[in-house]
């Protein structure tokens, strides 16, 4: 499929209105409208209560309706109008209260007056209201009625995973979090994007395999994790979690713990080349699931590219951060980049020394029989190339460092492999 902006754009308009959280039927929608488009996906779950490292999957939240009313029974504040409106995981009430109570309960933003704040008490069961600071300011004295018919059950957690297989059993590893209700950039962009991402995949040829995530944040990835460890270890060159990719902003960046992985080299250089200049963050001002990703222990290769970082713009997790916040354009943009990315993954190649230590190179001739004051620098040479076939670099970083020529690095390396004592990952 070539890649049509406008209709990611309509997928973005599509996914906006639901009202998604970590677990329950706003998540299972989204990921039913992912499917239609990537049939192929796996929709799979893990139990409520299941332990995760140090954590529980979380019981399914669920929320038909919610309101505050005045005493002459207008809705001044109604889910329906905007999901926003109540605390995510808020438990269930049906009181009448004082303002003075009720203020107890409302969440605002004075600083941003118009912007009804997304809040979320996941783990802490309290119940409460978000509203724009304006209409706070203006309630009047007097009992107000609050409902919230929600309901916290054994359920399940529930994410989308696909497995694009290349000639390389190697993987890039793609991961959005799908946890967020009506707020475009954060984090309706990344779905799209990555949907987008995945359609065109599975349309080119392919030396990686490449495995799409989508998962709710922060437990999302540590279950992932924690079920797949050994296997992520094993296959992944590089990963990036998506998100925040749709506004008209400049890239920014966001490394791994190491900071020098594949997966940051890439995303440098991928950066550095639209010459357009971004914002290099640092891994103290990670805020996404490179937190799970990259933590001790767990170390993949994965960093972060986005438009304008979450946290870092005014719109970020308000209802302001609705659907003008983002554009075709800023998706298309990120959708370009990414697949440059890709791109200069698959036109390059790593290797990996297949023999633990050095190998016994007279067994493959590949030792001089004769000692004279220069058969050695040869030799060396080559075992320099061989030294930095760790299946992080590719050959023009081997090249560098070893300070080879290109065409004489690319000499030794087809030796080393004729030798199988290297392979091509
Ligand atoms: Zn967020």
Redesign the pocket.
């Known amino acids: 499929m070539k890649f049509d902006e406008k209709k990611l754009y309509e997928l973005a308009k599509d996914l906006f209105p639901i009202s998604r959280s970590l677990t329950g039927s706003g998540v299972r929608l989204t990921l039913k409208k992912i499917k239609k488009i990537i049939p192929k996906i796996q929709i799979k779950s893990i139990a409520s209560g299941t332990k995760v490292f140090d954590w529980k999957i979380p019981y399914e939240w669920s929320i038909s309706e919610a309101y505050i009313e005045d005493q002459k029974k207008r809705r001044i504040v109604d889910f329906k109008k905007n999901n926003l409106h109540v605390v995510g995981y808020s438990k269930p009430i049906n009181k009448t209260l004082t303002l003075s109570e009720l203020k107890k309960h409302i969440h605002t933003l004075p600083k941003q007056p118009n912007a009804i704040p997304?809040v979320t008490s996941y783990y802490k069961k309290i119940w409460g209201f978000c509203m724009s600071h304006n209409q706070y300011k203006n309630l009047k004295p007097g009992n107000y009625k609050v409902v919230i018919r929600s309901s916290l059950k054994k359920g399940k957690l529930n994410y989308g995973e696909l497995l694009i297989p290349g000639n390389s059993k190697k993987e890039i590893f793609l991961t959005t979090y799908f946890c967020?209700p009506s707020?475009a950039n954060?984090?309706v962009s990344g779905i799209v994007l990555l949907t987008g991402i995945t359609k065109w995949l599975l349309n080119v040829k392919r030396n990686y395999s490449y495995r799409i995530l989508f998962i709710p944040?922060t437990i999302g990835s540590i279950q992932y994790i924690h079920k797949n460890l050994k296997k992520l270890k094993h296959n992944v060159i590089a990963g990036y979690v998506i998100t925040c990719v749709g506004d008209d902003g400049k890239f920014s960046f966001i490394p791994s713990r190491e900071g020098n992985t594949l997966a940051d080299k890439f995303a440098i250089s991928s950066l550095q080349s639209l010459k357009k200049g971004y914002k290099h963050y640092s891994f103290l001002q990670r805020g996404s699931d490179e937190r799970q990703f990259c933590s001790v222990g767990v170390d993949l290769p994965i960093c972060s590219i986005t438009k304008s970082k979450?946290s870092e713009y005014k719109e970020?997790?308000t209802s302001l951060d609705n659907l003008d916040y983002i554009s075709q354009k800023g998706l298309r943009s990120s959708f370009d980049l990414y697949q440059k990315l890709i791109m200069n993954f698959e036109k390059s190649k790593f290797y990996m020394a297949t023999k633990m230590c050095e190998p016994h190179l007279s067994k493959y001739n590949l030792y001089p029989t004769t000692s004279t004051k220069h058969s050695g620098q040869t030799v060396r040479k080559m075992m320099n190339v061989l030294a930095y076939s760790d299946g992080k670099r590719d050959i023009n970083e081997i090249s560098k460092i070893t300070n080879i020529s290109l065409s004489e690095t690319k000499k030794f390396i087809k030796i080393l492999k004729d030798n199988k004592l290297i392979v091509t990952l």
């Open positions: 997304y967020h707020m954060d984090n944040e979450y970020y997790h």
